[in-house]
């Protein structure tokens, strides 16, 4: 189980507060461009909480000399595995020739994973859609998988889609081009002796464990962003560990606490850190007043422990009216 590399979502203070919810599932960064990690602040894109561990780093790019570097550096910060983004469909990823693009180059991919190989001892994995464009044949992303494992990649995180290069957004490419599973276990049948990991669209315990059965383990992304109660489960369901006693007074208070030496620290605002964790009420009476506590910028000149007050008292209050009889 792991928690997909989400592009302005998944930062340290969102890891953080998904490390509250489940011990075990793997976390990723969002995606990090090589070169920024070289030359634009290597404290500032690799920096991490020692409590979100396990975590993996995400990087982008397509000069195995650059990617080589920035893997030695996230090794050296801590993380456990250094991940390659080869499914990103947006337009200046393009222009920057990595991403989804990079697919239609096994051959630099190769390179860039046997360059990063060599300089880390972690594990060096890959995330790529199942084809680039509107041609769903198999051949193409099979030959890819078989060029990049030929390189020694081991496991390959495959979010699900192909991925339109043109007339869609990224986040249209998130929803519009279809799922199709049965391509990742295919690969699992053609590849057994690797690792294959599905995203895409994985919103439910029922779905997760039918997943399970045919590959290595699963990737959640915005169900798990949205719904981030449901990874207090996981740990429980998925790694046989002892039903979590979390309640969501509590992991509220504890992200309180965080928010109060993340300003200390750094004098990082709350509402940076208050964001990932609006969907943490999601399904629960007074939610919607109790989010927009959180997301009152008219707010952030408060204490977080002043907003939390609100936050609270809002939530009781709706909770209150609903109690009542009609």
Known sequence: MSVAPMMDWTDRHCRYFHRLLTQHALLYTEMVNAGAVLHGGTERHLRFNAEEQPVALQLGGCDPSDLAQAARLGE????REINLNCGCPSERVQRGAFGASLMNEPQ???DCVKAM????DVPVTVKHRIGVGRDEGY???RDFVGQVADAGCEVF???ARNAWLEG?????NREIPPLRYEV???LKADFPQHVFVLNGGLASDETVRAQLALLDGVMVGREAYHNPWWLARWDALYFAA???TLERDGVEEAMVRYMEREQARYGTPWPAIARHMLGLRHGQRGARLWRQVWSDHHLKDLPPRAVLARAQAALQSAQALDDQPA
Do not use: M
Not at 76 to 79: E, K, M, N, T, V
């Open 108 to 110: 630099l991919v190769a």
């Open 168 to 172: 869609l957004s990224p986040k249209q």
């Open 184 to 186: 990742a276990h295919r």
């Open 157 to 159: 995180l495959v979010h």
């Open 139 to 141: 051949a193409f992303v």
């Open 117 to 120: 190989r060599d300089a880390v």
């Open 76 to 79: 050296r910060f801590g993380y």
């Open 242 to 244: 002892a039903p979590q």
